[in-house]
């Protein structure tokens, strides 16, 4: 009997056949583990997206009552925020601005935004860019006027852009609290910037003395202004010591807040 003709293999028939340690088996498996990871990856990240969202907004919302002193654990934080007003403040005029909804209004996307921000060239808070606007809130007493101001904040580290809020008082001086949400510095040293017993030290120091000259200062000694404007650097962390006094500093300056403080002061606020 003549031979029968070998029967031609297709493409999937050939790769099938192929030994399980094959390279080219091995690197097809590769990639489609790959393919199909990186699917469930992607999927699983825009269906969390949402929930994202609300948990960056609660923990926002925790720092800012904290930081003004009516955190209480436990309770719903969405009522608790509810005592605060946000205003979106024009830096410029230390007045508040209606160009913005304060509830959709983007800071750090501000601050990168060419139409909403300038770039600095002395730049002390090593910030890049300045936005011309930001988001404060309010917290008023109970016969309507204002209680405490919460002040949004960043600069430059050691290591990393440390995002934080101030408290400051009704009087546009005195500083309630500062407490720092967002930062990499390193644990055990610059990290210490969220160590209870040194955020207490800010509690109650001034920021600039009678005549209106900012003050406040972090450092190893106090000022010659005096220890009411003065808080103890961190142990150890001389250079994140060095960049929260930065960044306090042009905060709370002229080029910051100051034209806000001033208007505070006045009762114009």
């Given amino acids: 009997m003549p031979d029968q003709p070998e029967t031609r293999k297709g493409v999937i028939r050939r790769f099938l056949d192929m030994s399980p340690d094959s390279a080219p088996k091995t690197v097809f498996v590769a990639v489609a583990l790959c393919l199909v990871a990186s699917m469930i990856v992607s999927a699983t990240a825009v269906a969390l997206r949402p929930l994202q969202e609300v948990n960056a907004l609660k923990d926002k919302q925790v720092n800012i009552l904290q930081v003004a002193g009516i955190y209480q654990p436990g309770e719903d934080v969405a009522d608790a925020f509810a005592a605060f007003e946000a205003h979106v403040l024009d830096l410029d005029t230390g007045q508040f601005t209606d160009k913005f909804d304060p509830a959709e209004f983007d800071d750090r996307a501000a601050a990168d935004d060419p139409q909403t921000s300038v770039e600095l060239e002395d730049d002390p808070a090593g910030i890049g860019r300045q936005a011309r606007y930001v988001t404060i809130y309010l917290l008023r007493n109970d016969s309507g ?5 919460i002040l949004p904040l960043h600069g430059y580290g050691l290591w990393s852009t440390l995002y934080g809020y101030i408290a400051v ?15 990499a510095e390193t644990p055990g040293l610059g990290a210490e910037v969220d160590n209870p017993r040194w955020k207490a030290l800010w509690s109650g120091k001034k920021l600039a003395d009678e005549n209106g000259d900012l003050q406040i200062t ?16 961190l142990s150890g962390a001389t250079l994140t010591s060095r ?20 208007n505070l002061k006045a009762g114009d606020i």
Avoid: M, S
């Fill in 243 to 262: 960049g929260v006094d930065a960044l306090v500093r042009f905060w709370l300056g002229e080029r910051g807040y100051g034209p806000f403080l001033e």
């Fill in 218 to 233: 972090v450092a190893k000694t106090p000022p010659p202004a005096g220890r009411e404007y003065y808080v103890d650097a």
């Fill in 145 to 149: 006027g204002v209680d405490k101001v």
């Fill in 169 to 183: 008082e009704n009087d546009g001086n005195t500083i309630y609290g500062l407490q720092f949400y967002d930062h």
